[in-house]
Nanobody
């Protein structure tokens, strides 16, 4: 059974940086698109970014474009999201999810496995 585990969240001041990780066990992520989503308090789930299996196609939400960058280590079955210039609006629980195929979609319904989430809090 595939399991996804996120890590790297925490409390950071505005303008700071964090790097989130999403590591899979029980299966490979090599041939699947991966999405990152977040849920802020009192708000609906929001797509942050999604990347295709090959990494050739990555889409970022307008709210994080230019500040967040995804990378994938195929050997470690892990994806990373480098988050820079963090803002209070970035606060929320961040989830990684595996898509059913290799094409990246922003629609969360295209994702069939989800991690438990990691909390990111941006506050002074």
């Amino acid at each position: 059974q595939l399991q996804l585990v996120e890590s790297g969240g925490g409390l950071v001041q505005p303008g700071g940086s964090l790097r989130l990780s999403c590591t899979a066990s029980g299966g490979t992520l090599d041939t699947y698109a991966i999405g990152w989503f977040r849920r802020a308090p009192g708000k609906d789930r929001e797509g942050v970014l999604c990347t295709s299996a090959s990494g050739g196609s990555t889409t970022y939400a307008d709210s994080v474009k230019g500040r967040f960058t995804i990378s994938r280590d195929y050997g470690k079955n892990t994806l990373y999201v480098q988050m820079n210039s963090l803002k209070p609006d970035d606060t929320g629980v961040y989830y990684c999810a595996k898509a059913a195929g290799g094409i990246a979609y922003s629609d969360y319904r295209r994702y069939d496995y989800w991690g438990q989430g990691t909390q990111v809090t941006v506050s002074s």
